[in-house]
């Protein structure tokens, strides 16, 4: 995972990211090692983390051993030195928690500072089965499938972890080591907080009066839109909950 800390870096993750797009893509035609050189290239004043249980490192301790991943993180750490973190995520999984205890040995080891981390897929636990069945449509499979690898299974989340935990959630889960979540804010010391240079440009469309908000067209704008979306969504199906 990666952050800017200066507005300038934009451009920088403009070219890592559409690397990264076109490796994923056309897989043939762009190396790892060539993302790398990317990477290394435009490596000023951005932040990096080892990422989650399904990024290298990680994936590395669970398929490939031990070592092949201590050698990776030393690659980042070599790149990104007291700008690369550790990532801890805690929801729940066996796998993860194996993966943890060997970050936390490397952290030590290295001396890289960890941070608590939490993967969000959907805003509240609630939506966790709403969630699993746009899963399912996208997969063209039944809800019913098992979640897992191999055949006769599908891609799914185990849990119903994955959503926007509070401050307060992610403290008491991460009670037992405190400093993840107070090392989380010397990274948000590093970013530059700035305004964009101007609001982001919409298309302009009429408003009808009714839903026109005093000198905020954008709200006009939003107030009209949720409107025409119940509309739009009342005329295709029988009953909105």
């Excluded at 190396?31 to 990477?39: A, G, R, S």
């Excluded at 994936?59 to 050698?71: H, K, T, V």
């Excluded at 290295?110 to 966790?128: M, P, Q, R, T, W």
């Excluded at 799914?156 to 935990?165: A, D, L, P, R, S």
């Amino acid at each position: 995972m990666l952050f800017w800390i200066i507005r300038q870096i934009i451009i920088s993750f403009i070219f890592i990211f559409t690397a990264h797009y076109i490796y994923n893509y056309f897989k043939k035609n762009l190396t790892v090692p060539k993302i790398k050189d990317l990477i290394k290239k435009y490596k000023k004043d951005v932040i990096a983390l080892s990422g989650n249980l399904l990024s290298i490192i990680p994936q590395l301790i669970l398929n490939q051993g031990i070592e092949f991943a201590e050698e990776e993180l030393k690659w980042w750490l070599d790149v990104f030195g007291e700008d690369f973190y550790i990532e801890i995520n805690r929801h729940g999984l066996e796998e993860e928690d194996h993966v943890n205890k060997i970050l936390i040995d490397f952290s030590k080891k290295y001396n890289i500072k960890i941070v608590a981390c939490n993967d969000v897929y959907y805003l509240n636990k609630e939506d966790s089965s709403a969630h699993d069945i746009l899963l399912c449509i996208k997969q063209g499979e039944f809800k019913s499938t098992p979640i897992g690898r191999g055949r006769g299974k599908r891609f799914g989340y185990q849990n119903e972890e994955y959503y926007f935990k509070s401050q307060e959630e992610m403290k008491e889960l991460f009670k037992d080591i405190p400093e993840l979540i107070s090392n989380i804010q010397e990274i948000i010391d590093k970013v530059e907080d700035f305004d964009l240079e101007r609001d982001v440009v919409l298309p302009k469309f009429s408003v009808p009066e009714e839903f026109y908000e005093k000198n905020d067209i954008k709200e006009s704008q939003n107030n009209y839109l949720k409107k025409i979306t119940y509309a739009g969504a009342e005329s295709k199906y029988e009953k909105i909950t």
